[in-house]
């Protein structure tokens, strides 16, 4: 050993060092087998990155106050969609809708978390719809015919969700879930 007057002894499942000529100073340290590093360094880069996991998914705490952000959201894309369609700015519609469709497309932790399968039903339904109001957008030569047919068909399948479970405050005029 490099100390001085130090002398290293093995004994069972550590190493005993003495430094300088008496025992006035003894470290035990413990074997390092390369098992025990790796099971360590696992250990540790398993729970940061668990926590960092935790605090970057925005989706695992997606509550009810986050949900009706989303629908929102949705909510007022759609309505630019729309209007953008009667201008037949079918371009901006598109985008708008991508915009519309990706909020909507969020919620379906929150209807997995309550474990509402006609709701998810229901969203399914409606992401379709958006779907199928896209690939109208998409055409070379856009029909406005049938743009505005799945447009109708998005809409109608949002207010079947909305009918099932959303109320309003007849005080307010505010939208509520209603889960039951």
């Known amino acids: 050993m490099s100390e001085a007057n130090g002398r290293v002894v093995t004994a ?5 060092v003495r430094v300088g000529s008496g025992f006035s100073r003894v470290r035990i340290r ?14 540790v880069v398993a729970t940061a990155s668990g926590a960092a996991l935790a ?15 989303n629908m929102q959201t949705a909510g007022r894309n759609y309505a630019a969609v729309t209007d953008l369609i009667t201008k037949k700015d079918y371009e901006s519609a598109k985008a708008q809708l991508t915009r519309a469709r990706e909020q909507l497309a969020i919620t379906v932790q929150f209807w997995r978390d309550k474990k509402k399968d006609d709701a998810l ?8 719809r958006s779907d199928d109001l896209d690939n109208a957008l998409s055409e070379e030569a856009v029909n406005a015919a049938t ?4 447009s109708q068909r998005l809409g109608a399948s949002c207010q079947a969700c909305h009918a099932q479970y959303r109320v309003q405050d007849p005080a307010t005029k505010a939208y509520r879930i209603k889960l039951q």
């Not at 413990?30 to 250990?43: D, G, H």
């Not at 695992?60 to 986050?66: A, P, Q």
């Not at 743009?147 to 799945?150: F, G, L, P, Q």
């Open 55 to 69: 605090q970057k998914n925005p989706y695992r705490n997606y509550n009810e106050e986050k949900f009706v952000q």
């Open 30 to 43: 413990p074997r390092r087998t390369p098992i025990t590093v790796v099971a360590a360094a696992s250990l």
């Open 147 to 150: 743009v505005t047919t799945a």
């Open 12 to 16: 069972g499942s550590g190493r005993i």
């Open 121 to 128: 039903k229901l969203l399914r339904d409606s992401l379709d």
